[in-house]
């Protein structure tokens, strides 16, 4: 079997469950939903549903570097590894979890301030998402949970497998206020 058929640990495929899952929610949004519908806002101080898919690709652009290097430097372990999130990144995805009991300030390198048109956002959003997947593919057989990385948004660090965790749970947070912007 090659590196690419290789089955996923459960918790591995849960994620990558997540990412695909996530893809065809922004494919369903972006295709489907009139592009003015898109774009406009409930309120001004708001985002619309379309600046929700760009903010996601920017976090997701700033978080695939450190991820992409934490992944490749993590060991090799023992098959049938159960991998476990660290107290920051359990804190992390957890506060980012729909619906949104916490609010918070988006770090000004991942305000979506420019909002290309629906297709070329979610041309983006699916190539993130394969290299995503790509990286839970490399992750197999690693102790992603043992390896730390920097935030690229707060001075913290967690573990690789909690990177993970943590942008399904912002992935999902931003899916549903794209959705709920939408309600009118």
């Not at 489907?32 to 652009?61: I, P």
């Not at 992944?71 to 995805?93: I, P, W």
């Not at 506060?95 to 979610?122: D, F, N």
């Amino acid at each position: 079997m090659s590196s690419a058929e290789t089955a996923l640990s459960a918790q591995l495929e849960t994620c990558a469950h997540d990412f695909r899952h996530a893809t065809e929610e922004a494919r369903n949004l972006l295709t489907y939903t009139d592009e003015e519908a898109l774009r406009k806002r409930r309120h001004q101080a708001s985002w619309s549903a379309l600046e929700c898919v760009v903010h996601l690709n920017l976090a997701n652009q700033a978080m695939l570097p450190g991820l992409r290097k934490a992944v490749e430097a993590a060991a090799d372990t023992s098959e049938g590894t159960t991998y476990r999130m660290d107290f920051a990144g359990r804190f992390v995805a957890w506060s980012l979890e729909p619906p949104a009991l916490i609010k918070m300030k988006a770090p000004k390198v991942v305000e979506p301030l420019e909002a290309g048109g629906p297709e070329a956002v979610l041309l983006e959003f699916e190539r993130l998402h394969r290299e995503l997947l790509g990286l839970l593919r490399a992750s197999q057989g690693k102790a992603i949970d043992q390896q730390k990385m920097k935030s690229p948004f707060a001075d913290m660090h967690y573990n690789a497998y909690s990177a993970f965790r943590i942008i399904s749970a912002h992935d999902r947070r931003h899916l549903w206020q794209a959705r709920k912007s939408l309600a009118r």
